[in-house]
């Protein structure tokens, strides 16, 4: 579980509620700051979207990876659009959450998109998940699992 999410409630793709501590137990998780007005956010979200999917959809076992979006939306009808639209069945963190200002603070996020993988106590593994995905594809997620020192026997 992140611990920097204990006690949140996210809403998944469908709008349904989920626990956080139940959702994220032992997964590599990666806080997706983004917006569906920004162009650079929807260039980046199906290649999010296909990382994911490899992932966890189609992986067997599914790599123990969750995604938490935290929108940058301007209102919460724009979040569920983009929801809707383009994201995969990730987890997002609800648009009315206040706690969405204090993620971006936490993580020095001045600009969307932003891929912020990190540990399970809230420690960033990177905050260039983009970068790494756009450049090493599937191959980023084994440093990942690695360096949040929790999967020592993943093998993806």
Not at 102 to 108: A, G, Q, V
Request: proline residues 6%.
């Amino acid at each position: 579980m992140v611990d920097v999410l204990a006690g949140r409630r996210l809403v998944a793709r469908d709008g349904a509620a989920v626990e956080a501590e139940a959702a994220l137990r032992n997964k590599v998780v990666a806080l997706y700051f983004a917006a569906g007005r920004c162009a650079p956010s929807r260039d980046f979200t199906p290649l999010l979207r296909a990382f994911y999917a490899a992932l966890v959809g189609e992986a067997r076992p599914p790599a123990p990876f969750e995604v938490v979006f935290v929108s940058a939306d301007g209102s919460a009808e724009e979040m569920r659009r983009f929801l809707r639209e383009q994201h995969g069945p990730w987890l997002a963190l609800p648009f009315h959450d206040p706690y969405r200002l204090e993620l971006k603070k936490r993580y020095n996020v001045t600009a969307v998109p932003r891929l912020v993988v990190v540990k399970p106590s809230g420690e960033v593994i990177t905050d260039k998940g983009r970068k790494q995905i756009r450049e090493r594809g599937l191959a980023c997620f084994q440093n990942w699992v690695e360096v949040a020192d929790v999967f020592r026997n993943f093998s993806g």
